[in-house]
């Protein structure tokens, strides 16, 4: 069965302590692996997409990197405006659907 | 619009009425998305539309649910006999195509089922 395993549930972090979001996936014929930011009382914004094992994507103090069994979100010297859950999904699978995790609660104390 | 919209933002209803939900997705964006999120799940998908038509409708949980997409634009969910187990948050997204899955969400629609 396709499915999508984040970890940890939740993570509290001092600001500037960097860290990193853990998200293993069991997708077969994964066609990309995605990561999303979602605040409170909204939807998911779309942070990044991996297509390939050993690719790495920056944005701001975001990194996700994509190995063949799980993806990394990097968070370098995070900010209390970094605090949001964040979701990962892969695409692909017997449904060609995004199968999410169930997120990861980031909170960033100043 | 700039973005995905839905209406209402929150819905409270009676166990047995119908509701029903709506998505204006961006526009040019031919495939459409619907979710469900509830507290402490992952967002579970229900359906998705490429233009009018709706090729997987595996994710819809009982026939109290439906969908129509009408034009390649505006979407509705409807769930008939609400049930208080359909309480959640349903989400609207939409990508340029169905194999593009850059998809954009709309803020969703809190439905209370009493």
């Known amino acids: 069965e396709d499915q999508v395993t984040q970890s940890p549930e939740a993570l509290r972090l001092q600001e500037g302590e960097s860290s990193s979001l853990n998200c293993s996936y069991t997708?077969?014929?994964?066609?990309?692996l995605f990561w999303y930011r979602q605040d409170p009382g909204k939807g998911p914004e779309f942070l990044f997409t991996?297509?390939?094992a050993g690719e790495e994507k920056e944005k701001e103090r975001l990194k996700a990197t994509l190995t063949k069994k799980e993806s990394f979100l990097h968070i370098t010297a995070p900010k209390p405006e970094d605090s949001a859950t964040y979701l990962c999904?892969?695409?692909?699978?017997?449904?060609?659907?995004?199968?999410f995790g169930t997120g990861t609660l980031l909170a960033v104390q100043p | 619009g700039a973005g995905v919209s839905q209406s209402p933002s929150n819905k409270v209803t009676e166990k047995g009425k119908d509701v029903e939900l709506r998505c204006d997705p961006i526009?040019?964006?031919?495939?459409l998305y619907w979710y469900r999120q509830s507290l402490g799940q992952g967002l579970e998908f229900l359906i998705y539309?490429?233009?009018?038509?709706?090729?997987?409708k595996s994710g819809l949980p009982s026939d109290r649910f439906s969908a129509e997409r009408t034009g390649g634009s505006v979407s509705t969910l409807t769930i008939q006999r609400t049930q208080q187990e359909d309480s959640a948050v349903y989400l609207c997204?939409?990508?340029?195509?169905?194999?593009?899955?850059?998809?954009?969400f709309g803020p969703g629609t809190r439905l209370t089922v009493l």
């Open positions: 997204a939409s990508s340029r195509q169905v194999d593009d899955n850059e998809q954009f």
């Open positions: 997708v077969s014929g994964l066609r990309g």
């Open positions: 991996l297509y390939s």
């Open positions: 999904a892969g695409w692909g699978g017997a449904t060609n659907k995004l199968i």
């Open positions: 526009s040019g964006h031919t495939a």
């Open positions: 539309f490429q233009g009018n038509s709706a090729p997987d």
